[in-house]
Structure formats: structure tokens, C-alpha cells
């Protein structure tokens, strides 16, 4: 059964730094895009970034542009998003999707596979 995890989340003060990773396991999802995406208390769910099948090319929201990075390891079977200057909108819990198709997408529902958050708190 396809799974994706996430991890790194966690408190950090604002201008400070974290890596999430996300680790799937299951079946391969090197052909197509893994994405980024966060939900904040009272809001809904946000796409954030994504990056096509092998790395071929990245996307995200204003918000984060150069700010956060993402990318993919796909020997490892394993996406991650750096961020870096965070801010303390950037609270939110942080979801790993994939889907089967390459195209990127920033849609929720565009996502066949979804992990279950990881927490990111930045206090100002």
C-alpha cells in the first residue's frame, strides 16, 4: 500500500530554518509530481510548492519564493522542503502529496496520495 510520511516539523523562531522530508514507500513515485502543501487553523488547505518527476522543474506560491525549496531524491524515494527566513504565517501543519501524472498541479484535489502533516510552529 502507497504511504507517505512526513517528518521534521517542529517550533522555530521567526527568521529560522526547517527541513521537512517526506518518505514514501509502497511504489515508486519518481514519474510524477510531488508537491507541497499547508493548512493553518480556521483556513483551507494551500498549495505551496511542487516539483515535476525527476526534479525536471519546481513551482510555488509568492509567499515562499526564495524562501523555501524543494526538491526530490528519487533513489531514496524521498521529497523534502527546506525553508529558510520562516515567518510566523508560515504556521501551519505541512501535508506531502503525490500524484501519478508528471504535470504539476496546485489543486488538492489534483493529489492521489497524501501523508498526514507534519506540525510547523514559528513564534515571533
Known amino acids: 500500500q502507497a504511504q507517505l510520511v512526513e517528518s521534521g516539523g517542529g517550533l522555530v523562531q521567526a527568521g529560522g530554518s526547517l527541513r521537512l522530508s517526506c518518505a514514501a514507500s509502497?511504489?515508486?513515485?519518481?514519474?510524477?509530481?510531488m508537491a507541497w502543501f499547508r493548512q493553518a487553523p480556521g483556513k483551507e488547505r494551500e498549495f505551496v510548492a511542487a516539483i515535476r518527476g525527476n526534479s525536471a522543474n519546481t513551482y510555488y506560491v509568492d509567499s515562499v519564493k526564495g524562501r523555501f525549496t524543494i526538491s526530490r531524491d528519487d533513489a531514496k524515494n524521498t521529497g523534502y522542503l527546506q525553508m529558510n527566513s520562516l515567518k510566523p504565517e508560515d504556521t501551519a501543519i505541512y501535508y506531502c502529496?503525490?500524484?501519478?501524472?508528471?504535470?504539476?498541479?496546485?489543486?488538492?484535489?489534483?493529489?492521489?496520495?497524501w501523508g498526514q502533516g507534519t506540525q510547523v510552529t514559528v513564534s515571533s
Open positions: 509502497g511504489r515508486s513515485f519518481s514519474s510524477g509530481a
Open positions: 502529496a503525490a500524484r501519478n501524472l508528471d504535470a504539476v498541479r496546485t489543486g488538492i484535489w489534483d493529489y492521489d496520495f
